[in-house]
Structures are given as structure tokens and as C-alpha cells.
């Protein structure tokens, strides 16, 4: 075998690496579909919000021995519903109660792990994930999850477009633009809660926005953007888990950083190619949201 195809089939000869790739793979699928989304909608502040929210459920299942993911979902979960209320109140705005509930939870979530007497272990765990411990389980509940992602976002695909152009529009087609903000809202808790163990509470926003934001580089349908956005996730997965097992890094943090980076990439390689256009007299494409 050739030097370079044994240094990259050089992890996945490894069953927890194999799992770990499965997995993000579902991760990159999920966070796609949902990420597209947060960027047409402008959303990105409410994902890092819930984001760093779940910190406190996970600290609560972390301390007691209860499944992780539990106490993620239901911390997010609380931290949705908090915003919705606040929203319904009127009394604040959309980014002031975010951002109220995000220092309040993160707070709160530092303040029971620092309690714990494994802070340390446990503060890595939470923060930057152990995709390197996905088993059979957890790839049941990502296949799960990434069904309900897509048949959500299919079924609600008319309101979401119709709601991202104009709500009173949207609310005069039948198309319940506030029913449409619920379950966008629900989807990108989904998405967050589902990425945790891939990259941790303060890294999920990278798998996110990273591969959504470089495929909308390339694509402005949204279709085509989620099927592009998934292929760059995964393989931010397969870099980052490369570059895990050579440079001994921690495997979450190398995903997410790779998302970011591929990000860049794109961006330099779509700049580059409009100048070479433009330089040689070609008129770029008006873009259109479809």
C-alpha cells in the first residue's frame, strides 16, 4: 500500500474510529439540513446560545452518573422553551433574552461542575466532547434523529422559505409562520443536542455554521446547500479524526477546527475564481434564494 493510503486508512482500521466516523457522519447530515437554515434565517446566536445552555443539564447528569445526552436535551430543551416565553412576553428582545439566558445558564452550568470533585475530567468532557466513545447506541439515536431532521424540514420546507421573505406574507398563505419559528427553533436544539458528544457544548456551533457557511460559498439553493454542506461536514469528520490519531489532539476540537478551516478554504478558492471570471469578462450570477 502506498505511504499516503496507510497513513489515511491508518485510523479507521480502529472500531471506535470507524463508530466515531460513523457517527459525525450523521452529526455533518443533521447539522446541514438545520445549519442551512440558521444562516438564511439568521439564527447563528440562538445555536451558540443553546449551545453553551445544555452546559448545566449535562453538569446535573455528568455529577449524578445519568446519561449525558439526557441532561443535554433537557437543558436545551428548558432553555427553548425560556426563550419562547420571553418572546410571547414581549417585554425583551429576540438577541436580549438570548443573551440573558445564555450567561445565566452557562453560569449555572459552571457553577455544578466546579462543584464536582472530577472538574477537570469532566469540564473537558463537556466542553470539547468524546466522539472517540460513540457506540452502537448513540448511532441509533443520530440515525433517528437525522430522519426527523430531514422529514421536518421537508414537510415544513414551504413555511420556512415563505417566513424567511416576509411573516405577514407567509401568515396570509396559511403557511403558520409562528408554528414554522417553533419548529425551526426545536430543529436547531435538535441539532445541537446532537452534536455534543461529537464536539462538545462550546464547540457545536462550528459543525453548525462551518460547513453550511462554505457550501453556501458555492450554492445559493437550498437544497444543493444542505447535500454540499453534509459532504463538507463529513469530511471535517475525517480530517479531524486524522489529524487526531497522528498529532495525538483531542479529536472534537480537531472536527470542529477543521470545519472552520474548510470554511476558509472555500471562501479563498470562490474569491479566487470570481477575480480569475471577472478578469477574463465573465458577469457572476445574480444570486437567488430558491
Known sequence: MPPFLAWFAAPFSADFVLRALLGGALVAVICAVVGTWVIIRGMAFLGEAIGHGMLPGVAVATVTGAPAVLGAAASAIAMSAAIGALQRRGRLTYDTSIGLLFVGMLSLGVIIVSHSRSFATDATTI??????AIGGGDILLLAVAAVVTIALAAVFHRSFVAAAFDR???QA????PQLAQIVLTGLVTLA?????QAVGSLLVVGLLLGPAVAARTWTTRIAPTMLLAAACGTAAVVAGLLVSWHAGTAAGASIACCAILLTAISAVVRGGIRRARHGAGHTPPVAALR
Request: no cysteine.
Open 127 to 132: 466542553l470539547f466532547g468524546d466522539i472517540l
Open 168 to 170: 405577514r406574507i407567509a
Open 173 to 176: 398563505l396559511g403557511l403558520r
Open 192 to 196: 445541537v443536542v446532537a452534536s455534543y
